[in-house]
């Protein structure tokens, strides 16, 4: 009985092996002739959409550990050179790319110039580098622009900033987490103008307690409230700096609160001119929670006063109103909050 048992399961077995096998011919058969139809259905002279070169990177020298790019000059009458070194990319291979071209832009005049192929780095990628010279220019913040171009009539552009000096670059911060109320001020409450004419309102000081609200980035604010229909409620920060000759550049930031029901929230971020006795608008956010950033690089010295000191104004967005219900009015009041503000000073120290 076991004997017929494994005869017949090796019959089976035989049957599976040669059923198999037939199913495999018939699949290739089938199917191969559809894969070779697929393969030349494709065109012998197919090309890549043109797409325009893009950039990985651009760099120069940089003489300083601070943040940025520096470039530093301790003799401006014999000429510093500088190298800029590009890396781009194009799809459509690294030999499509046409040209490279820069342009300076900053305080003083700087010729463009044309980059060249320095080497490659794959077939889609290549490294450019150009050289410019700074001598007697002006020192301050420059930016370069650069335009690559391919031979099919695509571009891209990219920017880089540095700063131009004669010496060593160095940043102090100025804020409100020592000092405060010995040279540098906070000022709270409301203004009718936005901004106001003159650089002296809100004219009331924060308490010792209301400095602590605001000597760090921490979420913790000290908020102003208006009660007057047509005011925006307002901070005002005074800064004595002590490097008024050999400043290149002030960052200014503030984060804060701003909100006003039924009007715009967020707030603006304005610095007295004293040159032109206004204020100059430099930032604005609509958000409630904002964070307003302004730079100042050209004509610095308009902006601190005979003894000293910077005047920044942060107020809220929209004034005061009034809301008229059937049986009484509403004040829609305007609220401001500020958690940290600080002034960046990059400046020139003793070569």
Request: net charge negative.
């Amino acid at each position: 009985m076991r004997k017929k048992m494994n005869k017949m399961n090796k019959k089976i077995d035989s049957r599976r092996y040669f059923a198999i096998m037939a199913a495999v011919l018939i699949i290739a058969v089938v199917i191969a002739p559809t894969l070779t139809a697929i393969e030349t259905e494709i065109p012998a002279n197919a090309s890549v959409p043109n797409i325009a070169p893009s950039f990985i990177s651009l760099s120069i020298p940089d003489d300083s550990a601070d943040p940025g790019y520096q470039v530093i000059n301790p003799d401006p009458e014999r000429n510093r050179t500088v190298r800029l070194e590009v890396v781009l990319c194009d799809m459509n291979g690294h030999d499509d790319i046409s040209n490279v071209n820069a342009n300076i832009t900053g305080p003083s005049h700087v010729d463009p110039f044309t980059l060249k192929l320095n080497r490659t780095l794959n077939v889609s990628t290549a490294v450019y580098e150009g050289y410019f010279n700074m001598s007697h220019h002006k020192q301050g913040e420059y930016t370069i622009t650069v335009r690559a171009c391919d031979k099919g009539g695509m571009s891209s552009q990219a920017e880089l900033n540095f700063t131009y000096s004669y010496g060593e670059v160095e940043v102090v911060r100025y804020d409100f987490s020592d000092g405060a109320g010995e040279d540098k001020w906070a000022y709270r409450y409301q203004c009718a103008e936005f901004p106001p004419n003159t650089n002296d309102v809100p004219s009331i000081e924060f308490t010792p307690r209301q400095y602590s609200f605001i000597k760090s980035r921490n979420y913790i604010m000290y908020v102003s409230v208006t009660d007057k229909t047509g005011y925006h409620a307002a901070h005002r920060f005074v800064f004595n700096i002590r490097q008024p000759e050999n400043i290149l550049m002030m960052n200014i930031s503030w984060w804060g609160f701003g909100f006003k029901f039924l009007g715009e929230d967020g707030a603006t971020l304005f610095i007295w001119n004293c040159t032109a006795g206004r204020y100059e608008r430099i930032d604005r956010d609509n958000s409630i929670f904002a964070m307003l950033k302004g730079s100042i690089s050209d004509d610095i010295s308009n902006y601190i006063d005979e003894c000293g000191n910077i005047t920044i104004l942060v107020e809220q967005n929209s004034p005061q109103t009034t809301a008229t219900s059937f049986w009484r009015s509403i004040q829609l009041h305007s609220f401001l909050g500020t958690d940290y503000i600080c002034l960046d000073v990059h400046y020139l120290s003793p070569c």
